[in-house]
């Protein structure tokens, strides 16, 4: 990152680190809806992949639209995040408990996500991009719509099943 000199260039290397972040999402939730065994969480696991299907999409519009590429790089953070899901996935537990574990890794990457669409609002308001900030906004607007739904599903069904 030495090599980044200004906050353009630091906001062209976070977005190669979302894209990456969100193709890999679009390889885990399938996995993840297979194996919830909650019919809302598994169809909130396939809405969410649509969803991170149309994250990348923009994304790519963004890079369009400032003349950038987006490969090149590997978004670290979310293939911990990934790694912790696919630990729930292999877990021998009682079904409503692993679809509340699998919540939790859910929500990490949401919580995660919604950190980084947040900075890239920020700095591409600051820069003046507001067609970018937009663009990104709406991403912004449908993680967190996700995290809600994870939580409202946690608190009124998995949760108290899984006790």
């Known amino acids: 990152m030495a090599s980044r000199s200004n906050l353009r260039d630091l906001l062209e290397l976070e977005l190669k680190d979302t894209y990456s972040a969100e193709t890999q999402l679009t390889k885990a939730l399938p996995k993840m809806a297979k194996a919830a065994t909650n019919p809302e969480l598994r169809a909130g696991f396939e809405q969410h992949l649509n969803?991170?299907?149309?994250?990348v999409r923009r994304l790519e519009q963004v890079a369009q639209e400032m003349n950038i590429s987006l490969k090149g790089n590997t978004c670290e953070g979310m293939e911990g995040l990934i790694e912790e899901g696919e630990k729930v996935i292999a877990l021998s537990a009682q079904e409503n408990v692993k679809d509340a574990?699998?919540?939790?890794?859910?929500?990490?990457?949401?919580?995660?996500?919604?950190?980084?669409?947040?900075?890239?609002?920020?700095?591409?308001k600051q820069l003046g991009l507001s067609s970018v900030a937009t663009t990104l906004h709406q991403t912004l607007d449908e993680v967190k719509r996700t995290d809600e739904k994870l939580t409202q599903l946690a608190k009124q069904r998995v949760n108290a099943q899984a006790a």
Request: with cysteine; aromatic share 10%.
């Open 51 to 55: 969803e991170t299907q149309n994250h």
């Open 101 to 124: 574990g699998l919540i939790a890794a859910a929500q990490k990457v949401e919580h995660y996500e919604i950190s980084m669409y947040g900075t890239l609002c920020a700095w591409a």
